[in-house]
Every structure is written in C-alpha cells, then in structure tokens.
C-alpha cells in the first residue's frame, strides 16, 4: 500500500512537472510581445532567436561580441509596468556570457553610448521556472544604455 501511494504521488509530481513544460511559452510570449508593441506604439525589430529590439539611439563607440564584458544601466519589468530590477545611473559590469540569452544576443546590436530596448521571452530567459521573483513563462523588457565596451580583447 505504501508503495501504491508513493508511486501514485510521484506520477503525480511528474504529470505536474508536465503541464509546466507542455505550456507554448514561446506563442504565448511572442503574442505578448506584440500585443505590448500595439498597445505602447512602437516598432520593433524581431531576431531569428525571437527576441525583439529597438535601438533607439544606435552609439557610436565600441561594439561588443557576445564574450565581452560590458558596463550598461538598465531598468527591467514585466509587460503590466512592474519593475523588477534595476541599476543605477553609472550601470553595471558584467561579462555577456554570464547573463540571460536575450542581453548576451541584444547588447550585441548596440555600440557604447546606445540605448534602447530589449523585449526578452521566456525562452531567451529563465524559461518555465520561477527565478527569484520572476514567474515562470514571463517576457522581461529591459530599457537600456550600453555605456561601456569594458573588455573588447577576449
């Protein structure tokens, strides 16, 4: 009986686990996404990757790789407004391979003194699990300012 009600739990478990990954995310985010460009009147730029972009202000320095370490100011949130994180005015250094995929393929549009937009789905972020506050499934956008190519060699 023991046996019966723990293999019945972990089906369960599993079947869970199932429906988390059976959600089309990538649709449902891009739907968003677009539904999010309509309603702010804005024209964005869609990647292969699926990621959209709009460079507001294209810069004139430096353009970074995808290996680059890179000094950039930022303000994230979701498509209702909420804000989940943010920087300072002086930015943050960080090296592109150690964030989410959408900035390590969208900072790469951009040169130092650029700035605009990056409309993440899920799928280029934290996929269908939650991460630290951020639920599972969402598309982040981020405004944001390349201001500095800090590593340009690697």
């Known amino acids: ?4 009600l723990l293999a019945l739990l972990f089906i369960s478990f599993i079947s869970c686990n199932d ?24 024209e964005a730029e869609k990647s292969n990757s699926g990621l959209y972009y709009i460079i507001e202000e294209e810069g004139t320095g430096e353009q970074p790789t995808a290996t680059d370490d890179v000094r950039i100011a930022y303000k994230g949130y979701f ?5 989940f994180d943010q920087s300072d005015a002086g930015g943050v ?6 964030v989410v995929r959408g900035w390590t393929e969208g900072i790469t549009y951009f040169k130092e003194g650029g700035s605009g937009m990056l409309l993440v789905p899920s799928h280029l972020a934290y996929g269908p699990n939650n991460y630290r506050g951020i639920p599972g499934g ?15 060699t690697n």
């Open 79 to 83: 498509t209702d407004g909420e804000i």
């Open 1 to 4: 009986m023991k046996i019966s």
């Open 138 to 152: 969402s598309v982040l956008i981020f405004e944001i300012e390349l201001l500095e190519v800090v590593d340009a």
């Open 19 to 42: 429906d988390i990954n059976s959600v089309d995310y990538v649709s449902l985010n891009d739907q968003e996404i677009q539904d999010y460009l309509e309603e702010n009147d804005l």
């Open 93 to 98: 250094t960080f090296n592109l391979q150690e």
